[in-house]
């Protein structure tokens, strides 16, 4: 199959078996390069990213352990996503990154590195944040909820509920190299702590009692342009 193949396949599936809905998509720049950050609690996290108006733009990070999943395997593949090894330092797909980047895309990435069991934030690692310092690109944080309830709702016979809803768009400081592995932790912490702000309360995990979380929550709640979580 062809990329657009695949995309119409998953928002075929996504228009008739699920509820997704867009929230600030706004504050995604029409054009140009972004990593977006999201949280994870589902395989369905990223196929949600092609209900966006840019969703041709779209390039996401796959763990390789999925080119062993007969039909998933082989969409992430013809949908041209971005496989990594996550057991080494994978300059392959961090260089296929770099170059999505430089082609004005969307990169998304998932922090955390792997899937929550439990729909909390888990503690984010330093990849997002090396990939921006290198990059400069900006960064755009997105909350998604509702996929951690997917296979419940569907054997139900209910049609899940999915909410992607964006942040502002911003960029992280310069990586001080005379104290490079605190200065990695407190962007780290930065970027977590935008996805968690656009979060509702029970699922912020991790990060539920930084203070940061709520600075960020009423700052843009002040805006008066942003639909917040409840």
Not at 16 to 36: D, K, M
Not at 49 to 59: G, P
Request: proline fraction near 6%; charged fraction near 25%; hydrophobic fraction near 40%.
């Amino acid at each position: 199959m062809t990329r657009d193949q695949v995309f119409s396949i998953f928002r075929w599936l996504y228009t008739h078996f699920t509820h997704v809905i867009i929230e600030n998509e706004n504050q995604l720049p029409e054009e140009g390069p972004c990593i977006v950050t999201l949280n994870h609690n589902s395989r369905i996290d990223f196929p949600a990213m092609i209900q966006l108006k840019r969703y041709n733009d779209v390039y996401a990070v796959a763990a390789d352990k999925y080119k062993n999943f007969p039909i998933f395997g082989k969409m992430i593949n013809d949908a041209d996503m971005i496989w990594i090894d996550r057991s080494k330092a994978d300059f392959a797909a961090m260089k296929r990154a770099m170059n999505v980047l430089k082609e004005g895309k969307l990169l998304c990435l998932a922090p955390e590195g792997t899937r929550s069991r439990n729909g909390q934030m888990l503690q984010g690692k330093e990849g997002v944040v090396l990939m921006a310092s290198k990059s400069r690109a900006p960064l755009i944080s997105l909350s998604v909820t509702g996929t951690e309830a997917f296979m419940k709702d569907l054997l139900h016979f209910r049609k899940p509920v999915i909410t992607l809803r964006f942040g502002p768009v911003y960029s992280l400081p310069t990586i001080d190299p005379d104290n490079r592995e605190k200065s990695l932790l407190a962007a780290t912490d930065e970027v977590m702590c935008h996805i968690a702000a656009m979060l509702p309360e029970r699922y912020r995990g991790y990060y539920k009692d930084y203070p940061r979380v709520q600075e960020l929550y009423s700052e843009w709640k002040a805006r008066g342009d942003l639909k917040m979580p409840e």
